[in-house]
């Protein structure tokens, strides 16, 4: 199947939506980070854009902890959220 061009499909889809434009994400380098520093990140990756992967390997690297301990403390950072917004 042959179909038009995305740049043409887009061009024509904007005249009925708003195309947003694409977001970018400024991250520290993780490298230079205190382990504290890292869980903050860490929580907010969970918090805001559901990063759980992410901020799993962050902690792993970052506060040199084994992948167990990682994924304890993203689970910690989940029931948080489940929890403030049960009392919301």
């Known amino acids: 199947m042959i179909g038009p061009r995305l740049v043409q499909v887009l061009s024509q889809l904007e005249t009925y ?3 947003a ?3 970018r994400r400024a991250r520290p380098n993780w490298r230079k ?3 504290e520093e890292a869980t903050g990140l860490a929580r ?3 918090h805001v854009f559901g990063e759980t992967f992410a901020a799993g390997d962050l902690l792993d690297r970052a506060c040199r902890i ?3 301990e990682a994924t304890a403390r993203v689970e910690k950072f989940e029931a948080e959220e489940i929890d403030s917004a049960a009392a919301s």
């Open 17 to 19: 939506v708003r195309v």
């Open 21 to 23: 434009p694409p977001a």
């Open 33 to 35: 980070l205190t382990p």
């Open 44 to 46: 907010q990756l969970v």
């Open 66 to 68: 084994t992948h167990r």
